[in-house]
Every structure is written in C-alpha cells, then in structure tokens.
C-alpha cells in the first residue's frame, strides 16, 4: 500500500505539506495542492490519521490511564471508549496503575514530546502541574469521571446521586439510615464517594435523620471490605434498616455479609449502591445509575476531536437516575 513518504516523494514535496493537502489546510499554493491530489490519487493512497502522524513525528497512539483498572465500573467505561476508538486509525494503549509513585512517574512520561499522540485518564484528575506539562507537551488530555475546567471532561454530580438515594430511602420511611463508602484520604484523590456522602447526609439532615458516627463506615475500596464494614453495622445494638453503598462493587460486599448473618434484604435492610454494573441487575439491587459505557464513548468522541485540533475545555455531565429493584423496601418498623 502506498505511504503518505511515496505521495510526498512523488509530488516533490515534504510529509508535511502532503498532510496539511490531505487534511484541507490553508497557506499551500494552489498548484502544489492539485500536484499532491494528483500524485495521490494515481499512487491509489488513502490517508489515514495515523500516517499522517507517524510521517509528521507525533505519536498515532492513544494512551488511556486507569486506577483500578480490574474494576467493573472501569471496564466498562474502557467498553464505550474502545468501541468508539476502534472505528479510528489511532492505536490504543492501556496504563493501568496501582500506586500514588506509579500515578506520578507515568504522568510525567507522557508528558514527555511525541511519547504519546493524546491521553484519556479515567477516574483520576490531574494536579495543575501535569496539565500544565501536558500542555506543554501538546498533548491533547481528556478526562472521563472527573470535572477539570481546564481540560475537556465528561463527568457526573456525584452530589445529585447522594441526594437521590437519601431521598428514596426518606420516601420509603426509612430514618435508621448507614453508610458505607471510601476512606476519605484516597491514595488516588477520589473525591466522588466524600462527595456523595455530604450531599447524603445533607438531605438527611434536612429531614431531621442524622447518621451517627458508628453508622458511618469509611473503608479502603473494595467488596471485602465493605462486608466487614457491614459485619459491624449488624452487630450494633440498634442496626440500620437501609445502607447506601457508595458503589456497587461495595454495595455486593453490604448484600454478602447481610445473607450471612440471615438478615433478610429486603425485609430487614435495604440497599442502595451506585453505578448500574452489569451485575446489580443480577444481584436484584437497586442502584443509582451512570453511564458508564456512554461516558467512555463520550470521552473517545473529545479525544478524537482534540486530535484534530479542536479548543479544549469542551465538558459535558450526564445524567444519573434511580434503577429499583428488589433490594429495597420500606422498614418493618420505623425508629
């Protein structure tokens, strides 16, 4: 297959300027344009972004960062971003990253010039520091699950979600109400499950419901986790009637410690997590939904308008809605 160097070579041109033909840039003469068009088309070539890329220095390769990259609401949002990228000619490169060190040491390689065409980081928000020396990079960068002003984002309101499932539970009749979410001092900066939680109690309290400090439970992320957490919640003297899980990773770990100690879902306790992965339907919980897939095509479609050098700061929030299912019910008894 002819190169966009054998168009080049043929019009007597540079890469460069069969590029800026190709791509319908100004300041090329006119006769130089209908040279490259011609050679083009008699050599049968057919651009693609990246060899055009490639023969202009800069890296075809799109590099996604994940914390946390074995977990469900990840992979999903890596679902809706591949299969939006796999119509394109920009290859994908997956960092997946388990530590703060690991964090700051890739950030700073890809802010190294032509190490990589754009970045699309997941869950995770840049310090102004790394957008500055990605920027500086010209490294487009685009962030999915989190708001950053200064960069395209796709995000949610965490706050709504909260807000959302204090006010299922109030309507239900709940007032014994728990929590179980993130440590508040997350190694990776994750603000969303802190944020869910204030907006939570907010409504709790408007309601005249305050959580207790033994049924707030902050633990590191994870289902596991979250069923000890909920070990200690059943063991109170007076257990909570409904639990808002700041995930449904942690929600499942609610649900397994309940079916252990033979507490009754929704009879006894009810559940709320938050996300909608594809295993809370088959876990009958009911959940705060995000689109999670939708929010990786979104990112795929700014990236890939980014490359093609659109202004940054595009930022667009989708909605959450209440999927029920039959985790929750209300109280047989009301405190």
């Known amino acids: 297959m002819p190169t966009i160097s054998d168009v080049a070579a043929k019009a007597g041109v540079s890469a460069a300027t069969v590029s800026r033909v190709l791509r319908g840039k100004p300041q090329v003469a006119a006769s130089t344009r209908q040279r490259v068009l011609t050679a083009a088309e008699e050599l049968g070539y057919s651009p693609s972004r990246a060899a055009q890329s490639l023969a202009l220095g800069r890296s075809s390769s799109i590099g996604v960062v994940a914390p946390l990259?074995?977990?469900?609401?990840?992979?999903?949002?890596?679902g809706g971003l591949t299969a939006r990228l796999g119509a394109s000619d920009y290859d994908l490169t997956l960092f997946g990253i388990n530590t703060?060190?690991?964090?700051?040491?890739?950030?700073?390689?890809?802010?190294?010039?032509?190490r990589i065409g754009a970045v699309v980081l997941i869950s995770l928000r840049p310090t102004p520091d790394e957008v500055e020396a990605l920027a500086a990079a010209g490294v487009p960068t685009v962030v999915i699950d989190a708001n950053v002003p200064s960069l395209d984002c796709v995000y949610i309101d965490d706050g709504?979600?909260?807000?959302?499932?204090a006010r299922t539970l109030l309507a239900s009749g709940h007032r014994r109400i728990a929590f179980v979410g993130d440590v508040a001092d997350s190694e990776f900066g994750?603000?969303?499950?802190?944020?869910?939680?204030i907006a939570f109690e907010d409504v709790l309290a408007t309601a005249t419901v305050q959580i207790p400090d033994e049924y707030l439970k902050r633990r590191p992320h994870g289902a596991d986790e979250a069923k000890l957490a909920t070990f200690e919640l059943l063991d109170l003297a007076e257990p909570p009637t409904a639990i808002f899980a700041a995930s449904d990773v942690q929600a499942?770990?609610?649900?397994?410690?309940?079916?252990?100690?033979?507490?009754?879902?929704?009879?006894d306790l009810s559940v709320i997590g938050f996300d909608d992965i594809r295993s809370a339907r088959g876990m009958g919980l009911t959940t705060i939904r995000q689109p999670l897939e939708e929010s990786g095509a979104y990112g795929a479609k700014l990236v890939l308008e980014a490359l093609e050098h659109r202004p940054i700061g595009m930022s667009i929030e989708l909605p959450l809605s209440l999927v029920s299912r039959r985790s929750t019910a209300p109280p047989r008894t009301t405190a």
């Open 252 to 267: 499942s770990g609610v649900l397994e410690a309940a079916h252990e100690r033979g507490v009754d879902v929704p009879g």
């Open 190 to 197: 994750f603000t969303s499950s802190e944020d869910r939680r």
């Open 160 to 165: 709504e979600g909260g807000r959302l499932a």
């Open 69 to 78: 990259a074995d977990s469900p609401s990840v992979a999903e949002r890596l």
């Open 100 to 114: 703060s060190t690991e964090r700051v040491d890739l950030l700073a390689e890809l802010a190294d010039p032509g």
